[in-house]
T-cell receptor, first 114, second 111 residues
Framework: DTGVSQNPRHKITKRGQNVTFRCDPISEHNRLYWYRQTLGQGPEFLTYFQNEAQLEKSRLLSDRFSAERPKGSFSTLEIQRTEQGDSAMYLC????????????FGPGTRLTVL | AQSVTQLDSQVPVFEEAPVELRCNYSSSVSVYLFWYVQYPNQGLQLLLKYLSGSTLVKGINGFEAEFNKSQTSFHLRKPSVHISDTAEYFCAVSEGYDMRFGAGTRLTVKP
C-alpha cells in the first residue's frame, strides 16, 4: 500500500498530557498538510510543509501545537498540555507542488482528551 | 480567500433515487474544485475534480458534478444511489497551496 498512513489511529489521553502523531505521506509527494476535523465539520487547515520547510501555519495552531518534517519525508504533530477542546480527528494529506493541489488523505488519528 | 458553502447539512434519500448535493464557492481567481467522500472513522477519498475544460466531470462510483462559473456552483449528482453511498461528502476549493472545505453533507440512503 503506497497511500498516506497515520499512526496511531486512536489516542485517548488525560488533560494536560502531551501527545504526538505521525504521518507518512506518499513517497514522491513533497507537500504535506495537517488538518483538524471536529464532528459535523469539514477539515480545517492547521499547517503545511514543502519538503522540510513549514511554509504556513493557521491561527488555529496555538503555541501548544508544533509540527515537524525533519527530512522532508514523514511528519509529526505534537500537542502539549492537551485540553478537552483538542479532541478531534487529525488528518494528514500529501500532494505534489506545482500541480492542482489534489490532496491524498490518510485515515486520520482520532484524539480523545478526558 | 476562497470559501465553500454546502447548502444542505443532511440529505436523506431512498435507495435507487437520484440525488444532488449542492456546493457554492467564492473566489476572486480561477480555482480547482473537488468533491471528497468520507466514511465513518476514515480519511477523505477523492470522488472527482474539476481542473479545466469540460464543465461536466465524472468521478468514481457513478458520481458526476457540473461546474457553473456564472453561478459559482459545483453540484454533485448521482442518478441512482445505493445503500453503500451513505457517507459524508465534502466540497473543496483549491487556490494555490490553500484548500478550503465545506462543512459537509451527510447523505443517508434508506432501503
Amino acid at each position: 500500500d503506497t497511500g498516506v498512513s497515520q499512526n496511531p489511529r486512536h489516542k485517548i489521553t488525560k488533560r494536560g498530557q502531551n501527545v504526538t502523531f505521525r504521518c507518512d505521506p506518499i513517497s514522491e509527494h513533497n507537500r504535506l498538510y495537517w488538518y483538524r476535523q471536529t464532528l459535523g465539520q469539514g477539515p480545517e487547515f492547521l499547517t503545511y510543509f514543502q519538503n522540510e520547510a513549514q511554509l504556513e501555519k493557521s491561527r488555529l495552531l496555538s503555541d501548544r501545537f508544533s509540527a515537524e518534517r525533519p527530512k522532508g519525508s514523514f511528519s509529526t504533530l505534537e500537542i502539549q498540555r492537551t485540553e478537552q477542546g483538542d479532541s478531534a480527528m487529525y488528518l494528514c494529506a500529501s500532494t505534489t507542488s506545482g500541480g492542482y493541489n489534489e490532496q491524498f488523505f490518510g485515515p486520520g488519528t482520532r484524539l480523545t482528551v478526558l | 480567500a476562497q470559501s465553500v458553502t454546502q447548502l444542505d447539512s443532511q440529505v436523506p434519500v431512498f435507495e435507487e433515487a437520484p440525488v444532488e448535493l449542492r456546493c457554492n464557492y467564492s473566489s476572486s481567481v480561477s480555482v480547482y474544485l473537488f468533491w471528497y467522500v468520507q466514511y465513518p472513522n476514515q480519511g477523505l477519498q477523492l470522488l472527482l475534480k474539476y481542473l479545466s475544460g469540460s464543465t461536466l466531470v465524472k468521478g468514481i462510483n457513478g458520481f458526476e458534478a457540473e461546474f457553473n462559473k456564472s453561478q459559482t456552483s459545483f453540484h454533485l449528482r448521482k442518478p441512482s444511489v445505493h445503500i453503500s453511498d451513505t457517507a459524508e461528502y465534502f466540497c473543496a476549493v483549491s487556490e494555490g497551496y490553500d484548500m478550503r472545505f465545506g462543512a459537509g453533507t451527510r447523505l443517508t440512503v434508506k432501503p
